[in-house]
């Protein structure tokens, strides 16, 4: 895993204010659903993006087909794709979203191509790292087996 410090993730996260979801899932189970779930309650605007589900509501908000379509500023982008397919989608950031920060790639998301072309326009790069989890961790939100997913169960 690549190592970044507390203090870089800390400030990606406190300045972070509206999120891009690529790949979110309508699926409450998936990961990229839960994870884009608590950024939401915990502040976050999120914006979810998938084409499959263009139109639909998530989280209060209309998905969105692409980054091409999102039509307010945007701190960062978090990619829940397979690492083969974040190039283009680090290259529409970069070019259609002017107030971009972050790049950031979840766990098992690697790209050292389109990692170093972000950097070299000024934007910070997260790989192999989820947004929830360095949250929970560096805010002291991590519960007992080290995971909070967010998730209430009315069974309970």
Known sequence: M???SD????TVLKR?????VVGVSMNPVR????????LG???????????LHAGEILFGRKVVESLSAIE??????????RSEAVPPIVEEALERLPDLRTIWMQIGVQHAEAAAMAEAR??????NRCPKIEYQRLFGELRMGGFATGIISSKL
Request: hydrophobic residues 45%; positive net charge.
């Open 72 to 81: 307010e500023p945007v701190d960062m982008v978090d990619i829940f794709r």
């Open 16 to 20: 972070t204010k509206v999120i891009a």
């Open 41 to 51: 309650l915990k502040g976050f605007t999120v914006i979810p993006v998938n084409p």
């Open 122 to 127: 000024g934007v910070t790069v997260i790989q």
């Open 2 to 4: 690549t190592l970044y």
């Open 7 to 10: 203090d870089l993730l800390k």
């Open 31 to 38: 990961p990229s659903y839960y994870v884009a779930r608590y």
